[in-house]
């Protein structure tokens, strides 16, 4: 077996020698050979070998380097825990058919960090499937910049529990097209505060 000891041993590689190792030589590499991968490098490795990686590996990849990911390598690749150990400013790096492509459980593995970190064109990129999907804590702390920018697709096809969990000061701020494109048990499940705190008289008329 290939024993890698340094980041230059790892850099040394070419994408063969890097695609033939195993998936106990991937996951025993340190973090600082990860991230010592260049793009073209970690554009190399396999659905299985992206798994391997440890959960702080995943997590100090650069923006650089996930960016530079296809999208079977993130959507079938990464579990959810490796989804939910990486910086939202890698989240912000994948393409948008990465994002539309990664499955319910990676969406609901995002933590809350994660969710109200992500730009409001990278939460667009996500499907009316992905947001059914949505924890309601999930839900609960995207901003009120993130629910103004939601297509109205995308709110139609949340959950009463869902709805409820949206805040008064997002629910105020919602487009007249917005609070047309609810469904009537959208508007049922709505709260007393989410009512009398969070719609304008407008927005009633709507």
């Known amino acids: 077996m290939t024993t890698l000891n340094s980041t230059t041993d790892v850099s040394a590689l070419s994408t063969t020698d890097l695609a033939a190792l195993t998936t106990t030589q991937i996951a025993s590499l340190t973090t600082a050979q990860v991230v010592a991968f ?24 650069s ?3 996930v960016a530079g990911l296809t999208t079977a390598q993130i959507s079938k690749g990464l579990s959810s825990a490796q989804i939910a150990a990486m910086q939202t400013a890698d989240l912000e790096a994948m393409v948008t058919d990465a994002i539309a492509a ?23 990129a996500l499907t009316t499937a992905q947001f059914a999907a949505l924890r309601t804590a999930q839900i609960a702390v995207l901003t009120t910049s993130q629910i103004v920018a939601l297509e109205s697709a995308d709110l139609a096809a949340l ?21 047309v494109a609810l469904t009537t048990a959208q508007a049922a499940a709505l709260s007393t505060a989410q009512i009398s705190s969070g719609l304008s008289t407008k927005q009633l008329a709507a």
């Open 38 to 61: 260049s793009a073209t490098q970690a554009l190399s490795l396999s659905t299985a070998q992206i798994r391997a990686l440890t959960i702080t590996a995943v997590a100090a990849l």
């Open 102 to 124: 990664l499955s319910t459980t990676q969406v609901m593995a995002l933590t809350s960090a994660q969710i109200s970190g992500l730009s409001t064109a990278s939460l667009n």
């Open 63 to 65: 923006t650089v380097q």
């Open 159 to 179: 959950t009463s529990a869902q709805i409820k969990a949206i805040t008064t000061a997002s629910i105020a701020a919602l487009g007249t097209a917005q609070i």
